[in-house]
């Protein structure tokens, strides 16, 4: 490569078509269908190397820097396929053939599936029988096949869902016209089956079908300006201006904004991926990512259990990302980054503003009246936004991470987008499976579950997972020594032994801290550490012997913990498209353990005791990996449809006694000068000399 | 009154004159030392009657409008009283002796509180075996007494905590340098015990007084600008600009913004509080404010369990509300109120800026992007902010209600300010009781609890609190009518018929619902309603026996729900100083359920089941208030010290099937021609044709 390369660098377009080329000149096959063509990161052996080296931390300075490498996934020959590619030496490293597995969604064949499953004769008759209005439009939409143990799973299933779209306008909102057909169509882009779906709650599935109710045709679910005109004129004008521009600056990837560096990567599964992430040139994460996302519908009617979506794996959140808009999707000034992913022929694939940078005020950051002098100091809180937003067909998910200048960090996810639709008669009022939105219109019940991925290198490679919850003392009326008046509490903290999934309790106060027991707070006596501050949420209620259970095994706990291991980066395993399950979190947990127990280690997954050492299930003072599930059980609200505001979930990571003291401290007052406010005198302001005869005499700041 | 005063706005300053001047000529006592001269709120029977006709809902429209009353507290010749003033009427209607009770904190009395202890001998004597620096000045830090049984309530006690201020600047931060002296100051400004302070964990208190550690002298603790000079400066100038002004208008108290009206009230204790909060012309929310916060420390040693404050009740929102000023508590476009209260004398005294009123950008409101057509439609979040602070000796609290477009509103609180400290010897190196945060000084763990009181009036004044959990289906393998997948859910609510308080559950997705069953959403088929979106944190920690937990009655559950009465605003009682307990709304529940069994009505809490209407405790259909009691058990990170970032916590209250779809479909679409952001273009935007061979061809927005 002519120019340098960090080795946290997502593929250049470059070493997009290198790494292709690579391949076609090793395999001898014509028929290449290239679907990943990716940074395969270094081992993170060599990154700690290589960081210290970059950080100036005394390490291997000898060591060279580590070899840039993709991985390529196709199917050769009609078989899927992983590689490994050597860029520098351009060699193929190493081969997989994937028996069984499927490749994340194409939609080039979705497309295909759409037009086969709408030309099939019996789809056709089923159509006609409908009796749809004339002027409208069939719209078939494809989605990946939620494992329920009905199919061959090794055979590309797809179910259709179909929909009405009412309007000549592309843009109308098909959603709000959900058909009463659902079509499994196989590999070979047959159809393998159509069912009827069922139209009240007592109704079963493959009822004879029923005529398409034209009174259902209403025009209140669009969205789009084209289509639905009345708009409130009342919004005034709102600009974020930065006269200096803003604080942060770009090298490449590298981003660098108060005190913070941070590296930016892409890739087409997680999506946007942070690296390195340091504050005061302190290490506090080696990696951030999204890592997984299942959305499970809850309506136990023949085909429902089948809409089960893993948006990053069988998805993707790189593929899905949007091109993000100036003074759209973002407002102040705005620094973008572009992706690029592949073509099925290997090509280069750029996917413009699919990451954006910008700074916001979060009101204040800290502030402190001397009530005896009355005077006051308040500085105000900026913060980083990085902001990346995937359409996973229906659904939007706005991914941001916020950075503070108080070392906090925060990762918020908005859903937003269309409900997915189900098709109900107008006679029903109400279903016990969703919620009806519109006339004929209903919306299930359904969660969102998502597991953000935090590897941690808290001042260091080696972590521990430390538990702490408040509890009062033993009441102890008569006994001034001890809690004699029954309000005192105290904390019991323990360091987690061993890999384990846990629970959050808001009734004990647990906090999870992830902290470095190799060094200590000099102020406070204890080890520095960073909090998880999570999203309470609850698990996936599917049956914990179900597909569904099975196949997201991180869902079932909100926060785990596990010793690093470079292919362990997706909580639900590596390919989720049909998956059967018992590839996740919760497996690789339990292979450790057993091999623990042949070693002889202790192996209680409980809070409490040391690890041991040799056990590879031991996470105490070990390179960890800390992973929290969060999301919603999305009870669809009216309020919802046609287009849902966003509903936030925010995940904090904040500093335990890893500074010396509040590292916003030195952030600069606040003051009218600096922020230019503008006083808002309306008519009622009184100038009658109502004003009492006294004044507080408080002052203010500035 | 010559100008138009709605029945809802504070007392202006001619009315606290007035109703002074009422209360002088009506009581012969010349000995008269104000407290309260407030808005005594008409009766909610009238102003029931009132908002109706004046939102054109045909109701009594002979009714008068309801009597201008004010609530004076005073105390008449030593006696603490309570008066009723007639304004219109120019009469005193009721006059209670409030036997055995204290009013609010009075500073003037501290102040001589701090003056007679520091005057007096034997804490001379103290000070001066301490062997303090010559230069440094100590501060007394007098306290309301927590109470703990050992003394006569009826008696006021001051606590009194020492510092040292070591520097002559009077903004220098004396926290950082404890004493380990306390005093008990009598009713009579009379020493009435020293303690001397434990040093470490197993010092028991009253050991002999050691000296002053001159080591622990350190300048690493100041956060005033004229002390600690270390300012980065990086953080480049924002600026919000609204070239067409702000979106929001505002006549006398009334606020009207984004179809949102409300009425913005001020008092001495709750601070801000809000009224008539309508959304496109429809009744949400009579009422909503803080109503009480406790803030208990948890180190059990004598005689830390004295330091227990009720924040409002002790010390009053309003009476310690910041003067807000532009620029710095404040960005953007910003619009003040100002508040009223009373000086001991009976004149009005004017608390500048006490409330601001601006709007925010919260970025993504709603965005869809049709993968058909590859055009997304986005809408910015804008948000109008009303923001209060107050000052609580050392600590700050920010209040801030935030509405939404999409008619969601957020309550957030903000902690911020300087944590109170405790001595701690330098031998010691860490603390069972709380965090060491620099030489000499430990924070101690404590909990804030809050208390929001939610007078709802959805869509009508009789509503109901529904409790919803999601539940799964039982399991029914092989079962296809059922739930043979293992993943079906569905939804169990139940209405709450009386008077209870509740808990938390996230496990079960416990959702609270406020409907109205008399008003049937048309679309969905249920209750219209609105969500409470919860705080999740740790109740109270003291035993139930406690004086504490007796006297925080709200503190115990998350959410209560109550029949509205006049007299219960504050669900840790009325009187809060040195207040006994046996007073909150655990009792007021209590006492009902007492009547309701007497009356032979069914008096489960639990939920579920039908309230009977005749019993007094049933509060389905009825008009009810929602309590929610939330806060958090802040065990200190040294990152909070010197003065602590902010701690945030909210709480929503959102729609739920109240509106016929998402109520925000008409806000104005996102366009880079009203937003006027600004590209930022760094050094390494690659411009060397490095682009690939392909472009996805997304389309974004605008």
């Known amino acids: 490569m002519c120019s340098y390369v960090h080795p946290f660098d997502p593929l250049t377009p470059k070493e997009i078509q290198l790494a292709a080329g690579i391949l076609r000149r090793h395999v001898t096959a014509t028929d290449i269908l290239f679907r990943v063509i990716a940074l395969c990161e270094p081992p993170k052996e060599e990154m700690m190397v290589f960081l210290d080296n970059e950080h100036g931390i005394p390490h291997d300075t000898s060591a060279a820097t580590p070899t840039r490498c993709a991985r390529i996934q196709a199917y050769v020959d009609k078989k899927f396929c992983e590689f490994k590619i050597n860029l520098d030496d351009q060699i193929v490293v190493s081969k997989d053939v994937l028996e069984g597995r499927h490749s994340h969604i194409d939609p080039g064949r979705m497309r295909k599936v759409e037009l086969a499953c709408l030309a099939d004769p019996r789809v056709k008759e089923k159509i006609a029988a409908l009796k749809l209005p004339d002027e409208a439009t069939v719209v078939v ?147 951030l990512s999204l890592s997984e996302m299942f959305v499970p519908y809850g309506d136990p009617r023949t085909p429902y259990p089948r809409k089960a979506a893993f948006d990053l794996g069988n998805d993707g959140a790189g593929i899905c990302a949007n091109n993000l808009q100036l003074g759209c999707d973002c407002l102040g000034h705005i620094k973008y980054f572009d992706g690029y992913l592949t073509t099925n022929a290997g090509i280069p694939l750029k996917l413009p503003n699919v990451i954006c940078c910008h700074e916001i005020d979060d009101g ?172 309470y949420s609850q698990p996936l209620l599917a049956h914990a012997s179900s597909f569904h259970a099975r196949r997201s095994e991180f869902a079932s706990h909100a926060v785990w913990v596990t010793r690093y291991h470079e292919e362990e980066m997706f909580p639900a395993g590596k390919f989720t498209m049909q998956s059967a399950g018992g590839e996740g979190i919760a497996s690789w947990i339990e292979s450790r353990r057993g091999r623990g127990r042949e070693l002889g280690g202790e192996v209680s997954g409980e809070v409490g005791g040391d690890g041991d050492g040799e056990d590879p299930s031991s996470v105490r003072n070990k390179d960890i990996v800390i992973w929290h599930s969060f999301g919603s059980t999305h009870n669809p609200r009216v309020e919802d449809w046609p287009v849902m505001p966003c509903e936030k979930m925010s995940v904090g990571l904040k500093s335990v006694n890893f500074f010396e003291r509040n590292p916003a401290l030195d952030v600069p007052i606040s003051t009218q000068e600096k922020n230019l406010s503008v006083l808002v005198i309306d008519g009622s302001e009184s100038g009658d000399g109502q004003e009492g005869k006294e004044d507080s005499g408080r002052r203010g700041c500035c």
Chains 1, 2 share one sequence.
């Open 364 to 535: 204040i950051l800290w502030k402190h009246t001397n009530f005896r002098t009355g005077n006051a100091v308040v500085t105000r809180a900026r913060q980083l936004v990085l902001q990346t937003i995937m359409t996973a067909s229906n659904y939007e998910y706005i991914f941001c991470f916020y950075f503070g200048q108080d070392a906090s960090l925060t990762y918020e996810v908005r859903a937003t987008g269309i409900l997915s639709t189900a098709p109900i008669s107008s006679a029903a009022t109400t279903s016990r499976y969703g919620t009806i939105v519109a006339p004929g219109v209903m919306a299930p019940n359904h969660q969102h579950l998502f597991c953000l991925r935090i590897d941690p290198a808290i001042d260091g490679w080696n972590n521990s997972l430390q538990v702490e919850e408040s509890v009062p003392l033993q009441f102890s009326p008569g006994s001034p020594e001890e809690n004699p008046f029954g309000m005192g509490y105290t904390t019991n903290t323990q360091i987690v032994p061993h890999e384990t999934g846990l629970d959050l309790n808001h009734l004990t106060n647990r906090i999870f801290k992830i902290v470095n027991e190799e060094k200590v707070n000099g102020t406070t006596g204890t080890a520095v550490g960073y909090k998880l501050v999570p999203f």
């Open 141 to 287: 939409e494809p989605w990946t096949y939620g494992t329920d143990g009905m199919n061959d799973m090794s055979k590309l299933v797809t179910m259709c869902w179909f929909y009405l779209r009412v309007s000549a306008d592309p843009d109308a909102n098909f959603y709000a016209f959900p058909l009463p057909l659902s079509v499994e169509m196989s590999s070979g882009l047959e159809v393998a089956h159509i069912f009827h779906l069922p139209l009240s709650d007592d109704d079963e599935t493959d009822q004879p079908l029923k005529r398409f109710d034209h009174n259902n045709i209403h025009s209140s679910s669009e969205y789009h300006p084209n289509l639905s005109s009345s708009r409130r004129a009342t919004t005034k004008p709102y600009h974020v201006v930065q006269p200096e521009g803003p604080s942060f600056s770009v090298q490449g990837n590298l981003i660098t904004w108060e005190k913070w560096t941070l590296r930016v990567g892409f890739n087409y599964r997680e999506g946007m991926t942070l690296h390195d992430i340091r504050y005061d040139d302190r290490s506090l994460f080696y990696r």
